[in-house]
């Protein structure tokens, strides 16, 4: 509906050949206050769009009369220069390109002079990333708002979302403020609160906070473009301001001393970009060799109880359909998707059976991870080495705390039991776990 009515307004424009109409087309226009949008990444595309649906309206005050946005880069795998997403999207609405305007730096003398030929009444701001200088703030008649992902003053900066997340917090919001020379400082217009989900991670946060704030821009434009905005305006409380620093690319590495919320944290707050990075080394037991395996650690879940005492402090296990890291403060954080390096993300049993009977060290941890996760894998892989493979319905004495345990034996082990008990214990779901193995390296294990 939106593409249509805005090809339908270029059209009534290239269609007015009679004096008349044209003069009469003219009128029309000329009654919409020019407004200039600013804006790079795909989340300002909601903006743009809300603006462009609210400016067919009959009685529409205003008109995008021009778009400013990042110069065009090299992107996605062909390095290829494209445009930015703000400015692919304008395109593709039809928008004229001479109408986009892409400076490196926002105080340029040439695009400054372009500006403030079009006298725009108005200029909006989201995500456009590029500091806005005295001389631009100076040209619009009714001043800059910018559409800001926080509860201002609370998390100033680039990186108000992904801060939000890893600092935990259970409320956030977005904010309507008037840009100021100084960083996300201007007297606030509007904000909406909203709950925060604990799984939310924060590209679908920051999508979820510009649709919000476009629609609370499209309700106060009226104030805003009257004038009545700058008056109710309320200055931000400089005692409860709090930054939100860019995010540097080596943050992405987590330190499991530290506790499971905290990493989970950290993994919502950096999905996208950087990411969640992780290392262990892969030990092959029968060779000896060691190799260094790196991947992200995509999605995560809190552990519901607390590792026991008794539990190897750095032993990772599968439950269900998680990989069990044993985290600082005797937590539990719960890898549920992860992604190794040129290939896609696989989930934690994926991962699990892609390193099944090996030992593998944390970076400075050693921790053991034998065994399998389908019963009837271990079954058919113990059988081809002309072993016997069964489910027992009780374990040896000194495992009594584990009703059941998927072993594998051999006629000569003594009762049929396997000959090595490597480890058992209880995951971080008090659920039971054990790991078995034979003499001769045949691995089993049993995840209940």
Same mark, same amino acid.
């Given at each position: ?7 339908? +307004? ?25 407004? /200039? ?36 880069? +090299? @992107?996605?795998?062909? @390095? ?46 989201? !995500? ?10 100076? #040209? ?22 992904? @801060?939000?997340?890893?600092? =935990?917090?259970?409320?956030?919001? /977005? ?12 007297? /606030? ?6 709950? $925060?989900?604990?799984? #939310? ?29 700058? &008056? &109710? ?48 080394? $892969? ?8 190799? #260094? ?26 439950? &269900?359909?998680?990989? $069990? ?50 019963? *009837?894998?271990?079954?058919? @892989?113990? &059988? ?10 009780? #374990? ?10 998927? =072993?594998?034996?051999?006629? +000569? ?17 008090? *659920?039971?776990? !054990? ?14």
């Amino acid at each position: 509906m939106a593409s249509s009515l805005f090809f339908r +307004r270029f059209c009534c424009l290239h269609s007015a050949t009679s004096p008349s109409s044209s003069s009469s087309s003219s009128s029309v226009f000329s009654k919409k206050k020019p407004l /200039v949008f600013l804006g790079s990444p795909q989340v300002s595309t909601t903006v743009l769009d809300a603006l462009f649906n609210a400016s067919f309206a009959a009685d529409a005050a205003f008109e995008v009369a021009a778009i400013v946005t990042q110069p065009p880069s +090299r @992107r996605d795998r062909g @390095r290829k220069m494209m445009p930015s997403p703000v400015a692919q999207y304008a395109l593709d609405k039809g928008f004229s390109s001479d109408l986009i305007l892409t400076p490196e730096k926002a105080g340029e003398d040439k695009f400054l002079s372009t500006l403030k030929a079009l006298q725009p009444e108005l200029c909006i701001t989201a !995500a456009y990333g590029n500091i806005l200088p005295t001389k631009f703030l100076n #040209i619009p008649a009714l001043g800059t708002v910018n559409i800001h992902p926080s509860l201002l003053p609370l998390y100033r900066g680039a990186a108000p979302v992904q @801060r939000a997340l890893q600092d =935990g917090v259970k409320e956030t919001g /977005v904010s309507l403020a008037f840009t100021v020379r100084a960083l996300d400082a201007g007297p /606030v217009i509007a904000f909406e609160k909203f709950e $925060v989900d604990e799984q #939310i991670k924060a590209p679908d946060l920051l999508a979820l906070l510009f649709l919000e704030g476009s629609k609370l821009l499209i309700q106060e434009l009226p104030s805003i473009l009257d004038g009545s905005a700058e &008056k &109710k305006a309320q200055p931000q409380d400089e005692s409860k301001a709090t930054k939100a620093p860019k995010i540097a690319p080596d943050e992405a590495w987590l330190s499991f001393d530290q506790e499971a919320y905290v990493l989970h944290n950290k993994v919502r707050a950096f999905a996208g970009w950087p990411g969640t990075r992780a290392k262990v080394v $892969v030990a092959d037991e029968k060779s000896g060799c060691h190799n #260094i395996l790196e991947f992200k650690i995509i999605t995560t879940r809190v552990g519901n109880n607390y590792i026991s005492q008794e539990t190897q402090a750095d032993v990772i296990c599968f439950v &269900k359909d998680a990989l $069990v890291f044993p985290c600082g403060g005797r937590t539990a954080l719960e890898v549920l998707e992860v992604q190794l390096p040129g290939k896609k993300v696989v989930s934690a049993g994926a991962f699990w059976n892609g390193v099944m009977s090996v030992e593998v060290m944390r970076k400075q941890h050693r921790v053991r991870v034998s065994g399998y996760v389908d019963a *009837q894998k271990v079954l058919k @892989r113990v &059988k081809s080495t002309g072993k016997r493979a069964e489910v027992w319905p009780y #374990i040896p004495q000194h495992l009594v705390h584990y009703p059941y345990a998927l =072993g594998a034996y051999d006629k +000569r082990a003594p009762s049929g039991f396997v000959r090595n008990v490597v480890q058992a214990f209880p995951s971080a779901h008090e *659920q039971n776990y !054990a790991s078995i193995f034979s003499d001769d390296n045949v691995h089993a294990c049993s995840i209940m």
